[in-house]
């Protein structure tokens, strides 16, 4: 996968085509007392900030937004509903709004790429549109399930056809009114949950969305800072339908990002030796990681020093007194916590005391790979031995060895725990395929030399 090459190509921060093939040579701990680091900005947000300024009533402005490859394949499907998205500087945006009844389409085809998130949110804007199109994404998305979100916008009077596989892209929508009532959320993601909020936005009556965990909150802090109503009760959520205000935020952190930072750091560090990062979104709900390193023997502090948009951020600070811990990662809510983070957890917990066993997140079969499985394979291409169960991992720990070469799944997640793996090793691994790191973090390799002597090849 290359970086989308559109017209906001070379506009944002990170554009730029990325190497496929590095040779990890050694390690580098980052010095003591080293700069702090920021990490990228937040993929989740910059996606949901981008489609709620496209139905949003007036011109919004958005900063530090997430220039990686899912997200640009968000912005040319809106630009492709006649959505006028200019880039004003590095990472900054101006979007301005269109009613649903004001979708203007230039091209009927929206490609989501890699982005589940893209798809998700876009059929639920067109769900309750004025527009005919169809969504549909590359071959890795194009597998991935979208029943979750097709059924209860169906339940909602969306007018949606399979064009492929039942219950996969490419699908049809074709803009109808959406009724109020109520819908369940039977997965644990938030995707859908997200999905539905937009849907209802554009609904003839309150849409109740009930839900079995909760997940990242973004959307819903998002709907409310711009003016609709979203009431909460226990797991609930009722929306009642408004058009959401122009706005003006600044994406904070990644706390994904920051995730890989602290897994490189600990990968690579001195006992003792500490790291800090700033302005990383600390929304509790995205923040399961540092829990998880917490309970494997880390010391990490969380500093909320903004709070003023709609995300609480600030900074972090990591260390580890001593070598980690095996753990057991499970409930429903903290695997949503630290979703994406659990093949950096399965990484450090090569080199822990003792096993690590990860529970409740069969949901990591659906994404970019099977992530259970594509997780198990690269541990145990580092000579660790790890198996699969019904929903999640073990890790047996032992000691790293790194493979001469490697070519590494289609998936940013397992990469960046490749990343930590070579640390772990000591180096001297080649891996390919990690252009594909650009799904999230164009900048991963620029991470990685932070704390490896590395070699494009
Ligand atoms: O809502 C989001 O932005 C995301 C939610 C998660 O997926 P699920 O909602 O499918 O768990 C996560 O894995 C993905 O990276 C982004
Ligand atoms: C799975 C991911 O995103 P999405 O579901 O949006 O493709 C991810 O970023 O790891």
Not at 104 to 118: E, K, Y
Not at 172 to 178: E, F, N, S
Not at 253 to 262: C, E, M, R, V, W
Request: aromatic share 2%; charged share 20%; with cysteine.
């Amino acid at each position: 996968m290359t970086v989308p090459d559109d017209r906001y190509a070379g506009l944002l921060d990170q554009a730029r085509a990325l190497p496929d093939r590095i040779l990890v040579r050694s390690v580098h701990p980052a010095e003591a007392g080293g700069p702090a680091l920021q990490p990228h900005p937040d993929k989740a947000i910059s996606q949901r900030a981008t489609v709620l300024a496209a139905v949003a009533d007036g011109t919004s402005r958005l900063s530090n937004v997430a220039d990686c490859a899912d997200v640009r394949c968000n912005l040319r499907a809106l630009g492709k509903l006649g959505i006028q998205v200019r880039v004003t500087g590095p990472g900054e945006l101006m979007v301005t709004g269109t009613a649903a009844s004001g979708i203007r389409i230039t091209d009927r085809t929206l490609d989501a790429g890699n982005s589940a998130t893209t798809s998700r949110l876009l059929l639920a804007v067109l769900a309750g549109s004025t527009s005919d199109c169809v969504v549909t994404g590359n071959r890795l998305l194009r597998s991935r399930p979208m029943t979750e979100v097709l059924d209860p916008l169906r339940e909602l009077g969306a007018e949606i056809e399979e064009l492929g596989e039942p219950g996969r892209l490419p699908l049809r929508v074709r803009g109808a009114r959406l009724r109020g009532g109520e819908v369940n959320v039977t997965v644990d993601s938030a995707q859908p949950v997200s999905a539905l909020q937009f849907a209802a936005l554009n609904a003839a009556g309150p849409v109740r969305i009930r839900r079995r965990t909760m997940a990242r909150d973004h959307t819903e802090r998002l709907l409310r800072w711009t003016g609709v109503p979203v009431a909460q009760s226990e797991l609930d959520l009722l929306v009642t339908p408004r058009r959401p205000r122009a706005f003006d935020l600044t994406v904070p952190g990644d706390p994904s990002g920051a995730a890989l930072l602290a897994a490189l750091h600990l990968a690579s560090a001195q006992p003792g030796q500490e790291l800090t990062l700033t302005r990383v979104g600390l929304n509790p709900l995205r923040t399961g990681f540092l829990r998880i390193l917490a309970a494997m023997g880390a010391t990490v502090t969380e500093t909320v020093t903004s709070q003023d948009g709609p995300e609480p951020a600030g900074d972090i600070r990591i260390v580890l007194p001593g070598p980690l811990r095996g753990t057991v990662v499970e409930g429903r809510q903290l695997v949503q916590s630290a979703i994406d983070e659990l093949p950096l957890v399965a990484a450090l917990a090569a080199v822990a005391k003792g096993r690590t066993v990860i529970r409740d997140a069969a949901e990591l079969k659906g994404k970019d790979t099977d992530r259970i499985a594509s997780t198990v394979e690269l541990l145990a291409a580092f000579g660790i031995a790890a198996r699969a169960t019904p929903d999640g991992l073990m890790v047996e720990p032992g000691t790293p060895v790194a493979p001469e070469q490697l070519r590494l799944p289609a998936d940013h997640r397992v990469i960046f725990a490749a990343f930590v793996l070579a640390l772990l090793a000591g180096g001297g691994c080649e891996l390919s395929g990690v252009r594909a790191a650009a799904t999230s973090h164009p900048g991963a390799i620029d991470d990685l030399a932070r704390f490896a002597r590395l070699e494009i090849r």
